[in-house]
Each structure stands twice: as structure tokens, then as C-alpha cells.
DNA sequence: GTGCCATCTTGTCAATGGCAAGATAGGATT
DNA sequence: AATCCTATCTTGCCATTGACAAGATGGCAC
């Protein structure tokens, strides 16, 4: 709402954000520390719970951001099959984002400004599949977006997980198109 | 039903095992306290310590047997499509154990026992997709493969986070094969 | 019976999340 | 200007947890 304003620290909310973002890439969302965000950030142990409460407070206003930003992401692909690479590299790229989207059980699933946010994105992956040049009844859409959503969250948390086997490369992107093409031809 | 002994317990391992799969599905894997388990199972706060040494102990003999539990039933599975159903049922049933292999973050990922168990899945899974009746060259059957991999890991994580609309209904095995038959076609 | 050893307990410590009460600062009201 | 107001941040505290160390227990081999 009220932009940043400078007070004792300046811009706490933002920089306890930014922290929270570095800490889950190094030890994940659920090792995710207040205090130790609070030390990255040089303010006292209890100054994160002014700002979101507690630690899924924290987490829900980061899934938010995280659903935001994900939107953006799709609306800008050319077509289904490129939104479901830019799915993937969203989810490499901004990993701390998207393994706190999908993990519901730690912030407020229920919250009024997340919910709009993940409904943006739902909006953005259920367009680019309408566009599809098929004749297909809209209960088909329907189905073949969650295939197409299926398969992108499918590949990109198998990748995230480190369970993919070596030889599939280092490059998600070709990578993933190479196997959302399998769906979409 | 063998009652709390007055040291000894008997069988402490496997119940610890089985009270971390009843806290996991409560609380999911990274809320799970071994002095809960422990209190659960009658013992001090520091018996599951000597059985798993710490809490990635414990999940990594949890994720070698969910590992071992998912191959079985991946064999079973008359086809590739079924197997993709019976990879999305083993996620909905065995929600516990599915929460923790595949996130290896939260265990050993290099135990010896666990590489070999998540192998199994592995050629399980191959092997289905191996017997499709197609003249493809076995680098397409890799491909193939990780796609049906993707797209049934994908529908399943995307129903336990609860991602889903409410529209695609209640039965995961039903919806799955809906979806997972957008691939095979 | 004796000794051994896996099993389990008790005790302890640092770290964490969360709460309560207080301090601080910048603006608003008079 | 003096005072109030409120958001911001600090200090202090407590229960819980994971991990470690040292000791107690009991089954089992010999």
C-alpha cells in the first residue's frame, strides 16, 4: 500500500523480502530463519514480526510477489509451448519464489492479495492454451491446459529436485521444450 | 498389542517409522519433530536419535522406502498410462512418503540404500515406456519417457498443494487418466 | 555367572518462534 | 511550540526443538 517509507531502518519490509529470497536459495523455505533474516537485514530478532506477524506471514507475502511475477512471465510467451519453457525458467531462475508458491502449508493459502496474484497467473497459463488453433469443446481446454500446467510443473520441480539423471543436460530451457513439444504436437 | 515396555521398547525403529508417516501427513515433513515421534512412541526425547542418528536419518530411510513402495507399484501397472495413474495414486495415498522423496534437501540424498530404492522407480518407470508400441529410437524413448514422468509428477504435486481448480472433481485416479491420455494420444 | 554391547534415559546447550512490554521517531493536532 | 499519536523497532522472556554427552538397562554370547 504506503510506499517505503524512511524510518528507523528505511525500507525493512523490502530488505527482509530480499534476505528471505537469498536464505531459501541456500537452505530452502522450510529451514528458513526470522532471526537469521533479521541479522541480514542488522535489526533486532523481533523486527520481522512487525512486519508480516510471523514466518508464514513472511512466506505469504513472498508467494504473492511470486505468483505476480510468474504472470508476467507467461503473458509475454508467443505461444502455449513457449509459456510452458518460460514456466520452467521462471521456476529455475526464481527458485525461492516457486518453491514457496507450491508449498501452501507454509504461509496463508486463504489470503485475499495472494489469491488475486495466483489468479492472474491461472488467467495467463488458461489463455495461452484458448489460443490454441484447435476446434476443441472448452471442457477440452480446460483439460488440455491442466495437461499443459501438469507437464511444465512436472519438469520444472523434477529439476528442482535434482531428480532428473544427467544426461537430460544443464540447459532447462532446451531441455524442457524439447519434452513440452511430446504434449503439444 | 504390545504395550509400552519398561525399557526395551522391541521395536522402536519401525515405530518411529510409522509415527513419522501419521506427524508428516499432519504437519507435512518439515514441520516433523523427533520429540514428537518420540512421544508418540512411548520413548525419551533422544531414542530415535540412536535409531537414525538425526531427522535426515529418518527421512532417509522413509524416502528408501517410498521409493521401494512406489517401484512396486509402478510395476504393476499394465501400460504407460496406467503406470502414470498409478504414480499419481501412489502420491495421493502415500502422501507422506511422496512429500519426502522428492525433496532431498530434507535427507541424505547420497545414502547408498536410498541411490538404489530411487533406482528401482527409475527402471520401473523406463520400462513402461519402453513397451509402447512405437519405432522410436531410444533416445526418443528417454525423452518419452521423462515427459510421462513430468506430466504425472506434475498433476500430482499440483493436487497435493491443492493448486488444482475444484472443477476437475475429487477422484485424483480419474482426473489423472483425463489428463495423462493428452500425452499418449 | 560374567562381560559385552545395542538400546534407551537423563541432562544439558544453543538456536528458534513467538509474545509482551518498552523505547524511538516522525508527523499530526491543538 | 507543546503535546499526542502511531508506526517502527528493541529488549527481555519462555517453551520447544535438535543435537550431543554421559549414564543406566537388559538381552545375549561365552
Redesign the pocket.
Known sequence: MTGP??????D??RALLAAALDAIEEVGPAA?????L?RRAG?????P???F????GLLTALAAQGFDLLAQKLVNADDVLEAGVAYVDFAVTHRAYFEVMFRPELYRADDAELIAARERSGAALRSGVATLPTGAAPADTDRDALAAWSIAHGFATLWLAGALPERVGDDPRTAARDVLRRLAR
Chains 1, 2 share one sequence.
Do not use: E, F, N, T
Request: charged share 25%; proline share 0%.
Open positions: 517509507r524512511a524510518y528507523h531502518h528505511g525493512l519490509r528458513l530463519s526470522l532471526r537469521d533479521a535489526v533486532s530478532h523481533a523486527a514480526a512487525h512486519h506477524g510471523d514466518k508464514a
